[in-house]
């Protein structure tokens, strides 16, 4: 099982990133998909995930409507595009199979001017 994140890097306060997450070595369309993030001296957050198809979606109270989660279960990815970047989204972003413990190595996602 590999889970593969790209997309990150450096943005500024307001700019909008998508992260892209490409799942091999499983049944990508069987398993629902979710993104975490982890912040300098701060613990693991739920940002967003989705189930198997993309029909249903949940997301962090705190995030305010300004990230949407997609899937392609044809190309095996699951993306997580974010808008009106805030300087405390700059996190660690990780995706991971459902509820499983199968997770990427993260990619650093950075909101500064």
């Known amino acids: 099982v590999e889970l593969m994140e790209s997309g990150g890097g450096l943005v500024q306060p307001g700019g909008s990133k998508t992260l892209s997450c490409t799942g091999s070595?499983?049944?990508?369309?069987?398993?629902?998909m979710r993104w975490f993030r982890q912040a300098p001296g701060k613990e693991r957050e739920f940002v967003a995930g989705t189930n198997w198809d993309g029909t249903e979606t949940e997301y962090a109270a705190s995030l305010k409507g300004r990230f949407t989660i997609s899937r392609d279960n044809a190309k095996k990815t699951v993306d997580l595009q974010m808008n009106n970047l805030e300087p405390e989204d700059t996190a660690v972003y990780y995706c991971?199979?459902?509820?499983?413990?199968?997770w990427g190595q993260g990619i650093q996602v950075t909101v500064s001017s």
């Open positions: 991971t199979i459902g509820y499983t413990n199968y």
């Open positions: 070595g499983f049944i990508f369309a069987n398993e629902p």
